[in-house]
Each structure stands twice: as structure tokens, then as C-alpha cells.
């Protein structure tokens, strides 16, 4: 029987857990994050987001069938036409206007996480690619049911529900589930030594979530 996401997630637990459980998210899920760290977040966000649409872009050039091409073009539109849509919208309601955010520095958190997988895809194969890109596409739909069943999260009244409910969505989990079947299929096919190689890729590229996160909390210290 070949590997699949869950080997990889258990091949670095403690850094999955670290992530998805990550004291910005459980400030954000409780209510208590201060609003100076999530703006931060929010703009840097922005520039994160535009980054991996063009390594989804990649993808899709990297495809070689109908299938894979479709495959990553859908999870282009979706941070394209969904994600960024709402992103925009959810900066605008928190005093953040896109214009704004044109100049903004990046931070170098936001540098070395994008281009990390940037690099991934332009030095590897399609998977190695994929495997970059999943801590982020699969673990915020795991960090919105983490938030959401946690006992400590304040549900109402809270200025972080809408963007809570942005990552709960249907289309954002669907999309989710999407790319954990896509990657359980080609990980079934890959060898002992191949494996151990991605996960590398996927603990760094968790590593660099969490260190994302820290960059909020950071803003406001
Ligand atoms: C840093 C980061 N990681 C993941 C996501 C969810 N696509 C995001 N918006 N920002």
C-alpha cells in the first residue's frame, strides 16, 4: 500500500500542530487577538495571497494532461475568484483599501514563505509543487474546523467571525478536499526515498505558515 497526506501531516506532527493550533489562531478563535496583529496579518496577507495564485499559475503550467491542467486551475480560480474576492472585501471592512496595500513592503516572512514555493515549483516536478502548496490550501480549511470546535471560541460578536466563516465555506473546503484526494493519489505511486524527500517539503512549508502567524503576533509586541 503506497503513502498518503495523513503519512506526510504524521510524518510531522508536531509541526502540523504547531500550526493549526497556533497561539494567533487560538487568540483569533477566542476573541482576544489584538486588532494591530490581525491588520498586519491582513495586509500581508494580501501580498502572500498574490504570490501563490501565481504558483498555482505554475501548476497549471506545469501540467501535462487535461486533468492535472484542470485540476490546478481550479484551485487558481478559486483563490483568485474566491479567496482574494473576500480578502478584499474583509480588508476593506477592517479600514484596509486595496490601493493601499500596492506599495505595501513585503515582510520578510511573506518573502521567504511565497518564494520558498515558488522555488519548490520551478526546481521540481508537478507533486513537489503540490506538496508546497498544502499546508496552505488544506490547513486553513483544518484551522476553520479547529477554530470551530474548539470550546474556547467566542461565536458571536467577534470582529475575526467572517473571516473565520471565509475559511469554513463550502467552496474553500470543497476545494480542500479536492487537493487531499489529488495528493493521496499520487503519493500512493512515489518510493520510500521519494517520500521522505517531500516530506521535507511539506514540514518547511509548515514551518513557514507557523512563522506567519508569528509575524501577526509579532506586530503587536
Ligand atoms: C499565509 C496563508 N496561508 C494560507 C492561506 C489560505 N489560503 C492564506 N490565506 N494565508
Redesign the pocket.
Known amino acids: 500500500m503506497g503513502y498518503c497526506l495523513t503519512d506526510l501531516i504524521n510524518a510531522c506532527q508536531n509541526d502540523w500542530r504547531a500550526y493549526i493550533e497556533h497561539d494567533f489562531v487560538r487568540q483569533l478563535g477566542a476573541a482576544t487577538l489584538s486588532e494591530e496583529s490581525f491588520r498586519h496579518?491582513l495586509k500581508?496577507?494580501y501580498l502572500?495571497?498574490i504570490h501563490?495564485a501565481r504558483a498555482w499559475g505554475l501548476a497549471v503550467y506545469k501540467s501535462r494532461d487535461m486533468t492535472e491542467l484542470r485540476h490546478s486551475l481550479d484551485s487558481l480560480k478559486t483563490?483568485v475568484d474566491t479567496?482574494m474576492g473576500l480578502?478584499i472585501g474583509y480588508c476593506r471592512e477592517w479600514g484596509i483599501d486595496e490601493e493601499s496595500l500596492h506599495d505595501l513592503p513585503e515582510a520578510h516572512e511573506?518573502l521567504a514563505?511565497t518564494r520558498f514555493v515558488l522555488d519548490c515549483g520551478h526546481r521540481g516536478e508537478l507533486l513537489d509543487l503540490h506538496v508546497a502548496l498544502a499546508?496552505?490550501?488544506i490547513?486553513?480549511a483544518e484551522v476553520a474546523d479547529w477554530i470551530t470546535s474548539h470550546p474556547q471560541t467566542v461565536t458571536s460578536d467577534t470582529p475575526y467571525q467572517a473571516w473565520i466563516d471565509m475559511?469554513r465555506d463550502e467552496n474553500?473546503q470543497q476545494a480542500a478536499r479536492r487537493e487531499r484526494r489529488w495528493l493521496d493519489a499520487r503519493l500512493a505511486e512515489v518510493s520510500p526515498r521519494r517520500f521522505e524527500q517531500l516530506i521535507t517539503t511539506f514540514r518547511d512549508a509548515t514551518r513557514?505558515?507557523s512563522a506567519?502567524?508569528q509575524m501577526g503576533l509579532d506586530a503587536a509586541s
Do not use: R, S, V
Request: proline letters at 5%; a negative charge.
Open positions: 496579518y500581508q496577507d502572500f495571497l501563490f483563490i479567496e480578502h511573506t514563505y499546508p496552505c490550501l490547513g486553513y475559511y474553500y513557514l505558515e506567519f502567524w
